[in-house]
């Protein structure tokens, strides 16, 4: 794909959506950080309605530990892989306590030594928390990125590498929501909603539905 196109397409997604955002409900980085660890093989659905319960009662590291163990996973015992998602954010709390004032730390090396956070998690908080021109690549991103060979790699890593490439700076603090709600509402799995797609004519991708 050219760079003309590439130009393109991301203008059309800004212009449809001026000001994306996360789906994941939060008012401070530190609920952003817990909502994104929660999201894991869940929905952004699910997660928020669990911590819409969770966040009234508890919603700064310290709060979260004074719950207890036991006490967090009542609120959270909805979402799948919640046993293991308590024990890393009890653990991830206990660390921003002990090590950063229980604030969540504008550094990527210091949120990636967190429990249960690796590198997409640290470049959500990065880019949604902070505005950083981060490109977290998820399930949604790394197939449309290949899909409509906008930016296509081998695995997510590489997605990103070529993302962070070939999008030009203005475009970069908001390309990962644009790319993720496309692929979540028009460009999904199995039948990609092509006929209702903005990009549709820009896209590559060769068996195009109708």
Known sequence: MNKAKRL?????????????????????????LIAVLLSA????VGVNK??????????????????GLDGLKSYIKT???????AVNTMKTCQMLVDLHNGEVPED??????????????????LNTAFGWPTIAVDTHIFRV???TKFAMGKNVDLVE???????????KVDVHHWLILHGRYTCIARKPRCGSCIIEDLCDFKDKTE
Do not use: M
């Open 8 to 32: 393109e397409i991301l203008t059309r997604l800004r212009d449809d959506n001026p000001n994306p955002t996360t789906e994941l409900n939060f008012s401070s980085p530190f609920e952003l």
């Open 41 to 44: 093989q869940a929905t952004d």
């Open 50 to 67: 669990a911590t819409a319960k969770l966040y009234p009662v508890a919603n700064t590291p310290q709060a979260i530990l004074d719950l």
């Open 79 to 85: 979402i799948g892989l919640f046993n293991t998602k």
């Open 108 to 125: 990527r090396e210091a949120l990636e030594a967190l429990p249960g956070v690796g590198r997409k998690t640290a470049n959500v908080v």
């Open 145 to 147: 990125s290949n899909r």
């Open 161 to 171: 590498q070529k993302l962070l490439k070939v999008v030009p700076a203005e475009f």
